[in-house]
């Protein structure tokens, strides 16, 4: 045993940690879940809803897994009649003013009181026909509700915004029972990051105005995948009902955004669920643009492509998939006149208790990537070669006016990769449906260099398909040895191929906890 | 001298030597009492000799605890290069104990000596006194005598013309009950919620702005000055019970006695001697049922315990109770114990600071529970429901104030169940309505 480490035995299972770690986070190594509201591993620990109580041996007390360090030999029970009975009067002095009204409330479901009370609980009430603590529900800021009634004064809120934030709207107002969570009188919950106390919140206390009543949990899919709203790149979880995304939570990553996401990115996703989808290709038949199936319009696409050579610019937005960007640039050839990204920007948001954590100021999640695979995100030169080309392939990109006027001005024919319809121009010969990031599985490479995977959160509308399944197949078109990859998994591989520092990884390996391939900065 | 009442033949009179006598308060009249000479000879010693001295003497925190002041101040580091900090406790708010205020309001520079001596010997060179807010008369007192103090260069930057320096800031709580836990008067200090903190870290590790703290009671450090000016030995020998307690104790007197106010004995004194003799016994007609020996957070004594009760740390525990504070409630055969009981829990509901669920929520449903009982709306299974939540709130929090609450309810249904069960089976009327 290394001098560093102490071992440590909980319920029965002996395991060494490092000195220092504390009795709730050894548990969760030894497989054993210790019961608790106010601990959270991204914030201080009061100590303060008494849930982590534990029985020690030779300890005189139940000690509170939470704050207590393990000691060298220690024999910890958390499933000790002692313990089991603190837990038990805890969970009872909790609900005794807590409503019981889970049928109308939102977190009923992914309730940690609601969870505890059916492990650990009494089944019925000893409170009698006391009334309960009432407090009127309070907007505290644009998205977040306060419903004080349900609240267990874990102070998970008040600590976050104060030492998380650094923004100290909250705080515990009042003494004794008739204590609740106050807000300053002069401001709102409205810091860029102010949502994370919706999930902090192990009860439904603190709610989203924005995800009110449009779903209970238990009816939810959920989907790892990778917030696109900047090039943070936190991991989050989506989660759909019926095909329709209703919510983005933050998925833990601790390399990356610990627990947290911001409210642009959890506010981020109606788009998600737009319904004016283009959904079947459409081929230039004189001035209208008919519907194909997919064989004519990929051999339109190969035809149209090998008909300009090297006068071809490809414009995409940096939003695309790090596999669709790298088979795209194989489609176009090196000698494309330019492949470049669009990349919008915002102010900065950080979120100053944790390191290297903010809303970042380019808002996509795979600038980086495209760098990496080559691509410039020189807009104004790019455009600029529009009037030399024969060809100009859109990817995903909103046709606004400026855009559109550059087309109209030179005289290429333009190939459009879309999600979206639009009413597209004379200028448009081909238009080819795409699946959005939360239809597809793909890879993102962040700020950091940190590659990372999504998944499919939700079916692709009518017969769109990911990038890069249109670049493999209109690719290996070209040639009768070519063979287009089939899954997102071979299309990384292929890009993996073509770039030094991506050499050896595979979806597979890389898993959902993303890694770092390239230094910081190298590619941000 | 004396106050309220002459000093009584039986009492030790140290602390409350001038009480009642208004010239003392300033520092020539402290001076002449032989005043602030201790600390003239304790700036000349070793920090070290003084604590050791202390140490000596035996003598324990009067706060509560009883702790010893001694091994208290030795557990400051030294050498650390940090700034320590020497926090004199004066949110005197224990119900039933009034013996702080009375130090401060007659004798201010007692305090105010035996803090500068305690800042200097735990290396200490700023000292808080963290004073009750509802205390406005001993609040102008001390805010003169300290300022007299700097005019008279007994404080500042040359305490008593030495190399020392002494800074003395007087802060006046907000009425909080639970500020008078040490760690929740540091946070109050620091201008913060008052929540009491957990230790460890303690506060000679990380107290007061997270800097070695050292935290005292007012008694504990008037006692100081008589320690070094009279000798440990002197103080060791005040000593009539355990050789354990060492010393005088105040002790604060209220409730159904002729004589209210607050006596000062020597350790080991019998109760019977305090209530009988010294404060002339129980109204005419009348006789003891029940005595709350030290503050409200202690468990209660019935007669029979408190005849054979000896006043000294080990002696009350010993009759079932703590020696506490020292505020000694005395109630004779006219007093309801259910609804002293049910006083005191609301008390407690009133001011727990809402951290723990526990006591946030368990102090809150004892109240009710007693006041249904009260109300005539009890039944048998509420006193084993009370017992059952009692022994849920014990030693389940951060700080004691949830095991004071519970204290009392224990104590009230095991010693003084008859009267409980004359609510539950309407042999007396309810005192409550509209529960």
Not at chain 1, 215 to 233: E, V
Not at chain 2, 262 to 267: A, G, H, S, V
Request: charged share 20%; net charge negative.
């Amino acid at each position: 045993m290394s001098t560093d480490c102490v071992s440590v035995t909980i319920d029965g299972c002996t395991i060494e940690v490092p000195k220092g770690t504390t009795i709730i986070e050894a548990a969760k190594q030894a497989g054993v879940l210790v019961p608790h509201y106010c601990y959270h591993p991204s914030l201080p620990s009061p100590a303060v809803c008494r849930m982590c109580l534990v029985e020690v041996e030779k300890a005189p007390k139940l000690l509170p897994a939470c704050v207590t360090a393990v000691a060298d030999g220690q024999v910890v029970h958390v499933h000790s009649p002692s313990a089991e009975k603190a837990r038990e009067s805890v969970l009872e002095f909790l609900l005794i003013n807590h409503p019981l009204d889970c049928p109308i409330c939102d977190q009923a479901g992914e309730c940690e009181l609601q969870d505890y009370v059916f492990y650990e609980g009494r089944s019925g009430t000893r409170y009698g026909d006391y009334p309960k603590r009432f407090n009127p529900v309070e907007v505290f800021g644009p998205d977040v509700l306060y419903v004080p009634n349900r609240c267990i004064l874990c102070t998970r809120c008040v600590r976050f915004m104060d030492s998380v934030a650094d923004a100290p709207v909250l705080n515990v107002s009042e003494r004794g029972d008739r204590a609740f969570i106050g807000i300053d009188p002069d401001h709102a919950l409205d810091h860029p990051w102010a949502g994370n106390v919706v999930d902090l919140c192990p009860v439904g206390s603190l709610i989203s105005q924005d995800f009110l009543h449009k779903a209970r949990a238990w009816d939810l899919d959920t989907t790892a995948s990778i917030c696109s709203g900047c090039s943070q790149g936190c991991n989050v979880m989506i989660d759909t009902r019926d095909d329709v995304v209703v919510r983005i939570r933050p998925r833990a990553n601790l390399e990356v955004n610990r627990h947290f996401m911001c409210d642009h990115g959890r506010m981020h996703y109606r788009w998600m669920n737009r319904g004016d989808r283009t959904e079947a290709p459409l081929v230039r038949e004189g001035d209208r643009l008919r519907a194909t199936d997919w064989e004519t319009a990929l051999e339109h696409l190969a035809k149209s492509l090998g008909d300009a050579g090297p006068d071809v610019v490809l414009l995409a937005s940096a939003n695309v998939s790090t596999e669709g960007l790298g088979l795209l640039k194989r489609l176009v050839g090196d000698t494309a006149l330019a492949t470049t990204v669009l990349v919008p920007s915002g102010p900065e948001e950080p979120l100053v208790g944790i390191p290297d954590l903010a809303l970042r100021a380019e808002r996509v999640a795979n600038a980086s990537g495209a760098r990496l695979l080559g691509y410039d995100t020189d807009w104004k030169a790019a455009t600029g070669n529009l009037s030399r080309a024969k060809r100009v392939v859109l990817v995903d990109l909103p046709l606004d006016a400026e855009l559109q006027r550059l087309l109209d001005e030179s005289h290429a024919r333009v190939v459009v990769l879309g999600t979206v319809d639009e009413s597209w121009s004379e200028a448009v010969d081909l238009v080819l449906p795409m699946s959005s990031l939360v239809e597809e599985d793909g890879t993102f490479i962040n700020r950091d260099g940190r590659v990372q995977r999504f998944q499919a959160a939700k079916g692709a509308p009518g017969m769109a398909r990911p990038a890069w399944w249109v670049a493999a197949a209109a690719w290996a078109r070209h040639a009768p040895d070519r063979t287009a990859e089939e899954t997102a998994a071979e299309a990384f591989l292929t890009v993996a191929s073509q770039v030094p520092s991506l050499d050896g990884i595979t979806h597979g390996t890389l898993g959902f906890g993303g890694r770092r391939v390239v230094a910081a900065g190298a590619v941000g | 001298m004396g106050y309220p009442h002459p000093i009584h033949s039986s009492e030790t009179p140290v602390l409350s030597t001038h009480f009642g006598d208004a010239p003392a308060r300033t520092v020539a009249g402290w001076q002449e009492r032989g005043g602030y000479a201790a600390l003239k000879a304790a700036l000349a010693m070793a920090p070290t000799e003084i604590i050791d001295t202390v140490k000596a003497s035996g003598l324990r925190g009067r706060g509560g605890a009883g702790f010893p002041t001694g091994l208290k101040w030795s557990f400051m580091p030294t050498g650390d290069g940090k700034p320590h900090y020497l926090v004199c406790n004066a949110d005197e708010s224990e119900p039933g104990t009034f013996k702080d205020r009375e130090i401060m309001r007659w004798t201010p520079h007692a305090l105010i000596e035996g803090c500068a001596i305690a800042s200097y010997a735990i290396g200490a060179e700023q000292c808080y006194i963290y004073i009750r807010g509802e205390f406005t008369e001993p609040w102008s007192i001390m805010e003169a005598a300290v300022a007299e103090a700097y005019a008279e260069g007994v404080l500042g930057d040359h305490a008593m013309g030495s190399k020392h320096r002494i800074d003395m800031v007087l802060h006046r709580g907000a009425g909080a009950y639970i500020c008078g836990e040490e760690t929740a008067l540091m946070n109050s200090l620091e201008g913060k919620r008052g929540n009491p903190r957990i230790k460890p870290p303690f506060p000679a590790q990380a107290g007061l702005f997270g800097r070695p703290t050292t935290i005292n009671n007012v008694e504990t450090l008037a006692a100081v000055p008589h320690i070094l000016t009279r000798g440990a030995e002197w103080y060791a020998g005040l000593c009539a019970g355990n050789k354990k307690s060492t010393g005088t104790k105040l002790i604060s007197v209220c409730g159904h006695v002729m004589k209210p106010g607050n006596y000062e004995l020597t350790m080991g004194t019998a109760m019977s001697e305090l209530i009988f003799d010294m404060c002339g016994g129980m109204r005419p007609g009348r006789t003891l049922k029940a005595v709350i020996p030290g503050g409200s957070s202690v468990p209660i004594l019935n007669a029979a315990e408190a005849d054979t009760c000896i006043l000294d740390y080990e002696g009350v525990v010993e009759a079932g109770s703590m020696l506490g504070s020292g505020g000694m409630i005395v109630m004779d055969d006219s007093t309801d114990m259910v609804y002293e009981i049910y006083r005191l829990a609301k008390f407690y509901a009133h001011e727990s600071c809402a951290q723990c669920t526990q006591c946030r929520e368990g102090t809150a449903w004892t109240t009710k529970i007693l006041a249904r009982i009260l109300a005539g709306k009890g039944t048998v299974e509420d006193l084993d429901l009370l017992l059952d939540l009692a022994d849920n709130m014990t030693g389940k929090t951060i700080c004691v104030l949830s095991d004071s609450c519970a204290a009392p309810v224990v104590s009230g249904i095991k010693k003084f169940r008859n009267e409980f069960d004359d609510y539950l089976t309407a042999k007396k009327a309810p005192v409550l309505v509209g529960i």
